[in-house]
T-cell receptor
Framework: GQSLEQPSEVTAVEGAIVQINCTYQ??????LSWYQQHDGGAPTFLSY????GLEETGRFSSFLSRSDSYGYLLLQELQMKDSASYFC?????????????FGTGTLLAVQP | DGGITQSPKYLFRKEGQNVTLSCEQN?????MYWYRQDPGQGLRLIYY???????QKGDIAEGYSVSREKKESFPLTVTSAQKNPTAFYLC??????????????FGDGTRLSIL
């Protein structure tokens, strides 16, 4: 089957750096995406790794290692507004379009 | 502004009743998706559509039905066969190109509960 595992909760303080890991067991993934969801809201796209290595977008960076079936999201200079759930999602071939297989999600709590 | 509109925000279903959740997008996206999210869990794919008049089952399609008569619209019907419909339902769309970075854009969701 296809599954993506993440830690259920992570706590960090404002201004710190936090890493959210994602390990997956699947085949046919073309890359790994990350989405942020504030409580009760719409998920929003953060980043996508098509190739191994690090992708940086402002305070957020994402890393992928296909050989290790592993990726992570790195959040720097944490702010209170970063408190949210973060989901990794495998980009899976679904015919003529891509499908996303979502991970279990990590609830990040940023404390003052 | 372009975006995805889901309605209603909250919906209550009686026993044995079918209910339909609306999803409209003005992003000119070809692909549309329906997900179900249960408390504290990730999103699970119900149905997706790559083009008008075509759709495919996702991982949890039983008890649900969809239609795609227009590019802009992808309504989801939760039928009486879905015995545990209480969940947060999210609609998304993307440009739909294969093997490329085409992020999905999500609506604000519909919360469905059983009366």
């Amino acid at each position: 089957g296809q599954s993506l595992e993440q830690p259920s909760e992570v706590t960090a303080v404002e201004g710190a750096i936090v890493q959210i890991n994602c390990t997956y067991q699947t085949s046919g993934f073309y890359g790994l995406s990350w989405y942020q969801q504030h409580d009760g809201g719409a998920p929003t796209f953060l980043s996508y790794n098509a190739l191994d290595g690090l992708e940086e977008t402002g305070r957020f960076s994402s890393f992928l290692s296909r050989s290790d079936s592993y990726g992570y999201l790195l959040l720097q200079e944490l702010q209170m507004k970063d408190s949210a759930s973060y989901f990794c999602a495998g980009v899976n071939y679904g015919g003529a379009t891509n499908k996303l297989i979502f991970g279990t999600g990590t609830l990040l709590a940023v404390q003052p | 502004d372009g975006g995805i509109t889901q309605s209603p925000k909250y919906l209550f279903r009686k026993e044995g009743q079918n209910v339909t959740l609306s999803c409209e997008q003005n992003l000119n996206h070809d692909a549309m998706y329906w997900y179900r999210q249960d408390p504290g869990q990730g999103l699970r794919l119900i149905y997706y559509s790559q083009i008008v008049n075509d759709f495919q089952k996702g991982d949890i399609a039983e008890g649900y039905s969809v239609s795609r008569e227009k590019k802009e619209s992808f309504p989801l019907t939760v039928t009486s066969a879905q015995k545990n419909p209480t969940a947060f339902y999210l609609c998304a769309s993307s440009t739909g190109t294969v093997i490329s970075n085409q992020p999905q854009h999500f609506g604000d969701g519909t919360r469905l509960s059983i009366l």
